[in-house]
């Protein structure tokens, strides 16, 4: 049974650049979340997927997107990074609207230069 | 208020000791608590959900919940160096959607 799966591992960009990150859901899951964790913090939420459609938006600025797929799987993209936005982008995968145990990916490494 | 508190640490306890980690929460209406263990440059493992009132035992880990004072543990016995990570604790917001908001974490130090 796979698990939640991320891609790419590390990235490293330069400031003003446009970021893509993936994420596939563990199996049997269609709802994907995304959360930011900044060195030293509990993970925050950024937005969660659900029906190809966002459904609710922590807050952070439109700079950050996403889309879901008709498989379930999520992209997170970042347009004009700033220094702040480095940080583990982690995506989480649950079984449903009426489930909450949420499980994580091994999460995205951004450092943004 | 923080929506969800942890104090971050470090706690340093000796190996074969019992590690107790807190959590209160400001949401009254909260139903489900989660635990989830996270090593340096890891991501979070999910160790212990918790829904009723008193008592849920894992293995080495006991979740303990209190709603009436808004308030979560967790109890590791016989702590090993392998325990050594920090716990975040973690509260679903209520609104449908099950957006997870997470205390900062308590690093935990067991040593040898």
């Known amino acids: 049974d796979a698990g939640v799966t991320q891609s790419p591992t590390h990235l490293i960009k330069t400031r003003g650049q446009q970021v893509t990150l993936r994420c596939s859901p563990k199996?049997?899951?269609?709802?994907v979340s995304w959360y930011q964790q900044a060195l030293g913090q509990g993970p925050q939420f950024i937005f969660q997927?659900?029906?190809?459609?966002?459904?609710q938006r922590g807050n952070f600025p439109d700079r950050f997107s996403g889309h879901q797929f008709p498989n379930y799987s999520s992209e997170l993209n970042v347009n004009a990074l700033l220094l702040g936005d480095s940080a583990l982008y982690l995506c989480?995968?649950?079984?449903?609207?009426?489930?909450?145990?949420?499980?994580f990916g091994p999460g995205t490494r951004l450092t943004v230069l | 208020q923080k929506e969800v508190e942890q104090n971050s640490g470090p706690l340093s306890v000796p190996e074969g000791a019992i590690a107790s980690l807190n959590c209160t929460y400001s949401?009254?209406?909260?139903?489900?608590f989660f635990w989830y263990r996270q090593y340096s440059g890891k991501s979070p493992e999910l160790i212990m959900s918790i829904y009723s009132n008193g008592d849920k035992e894992d293995g080495r880990f006991t979740a303990q919940l209190n709603k009436a004072s808004q308030y979560v543990s967790l109890l590791i016995r016989d702590s090993q160096p392998s325990d050594s990570a920090t716990y975040l604790c973690?509260?679903?917001?209520?609104?449908?959607?099950?957006?997870?908001?997470f205390g900062t974490g308590t690093r935990l130090l067991v040593s040898p």
């Open positions: 997927y659900y029906e190809e459609e966002e459904r």
């Open positions: 989480a995968s649950r079984g449903g609207q009426g489930i909450d145990t949420q499980y």
């Open positions: 199996s049997g899951h269609d709802t």
């Open positions: 949401d009254r209406v909260s139903q489900s």
């Open positions: 973690a509260v679903p917001q209520n609104t449908g959607f099950q957006k997870l908001v």
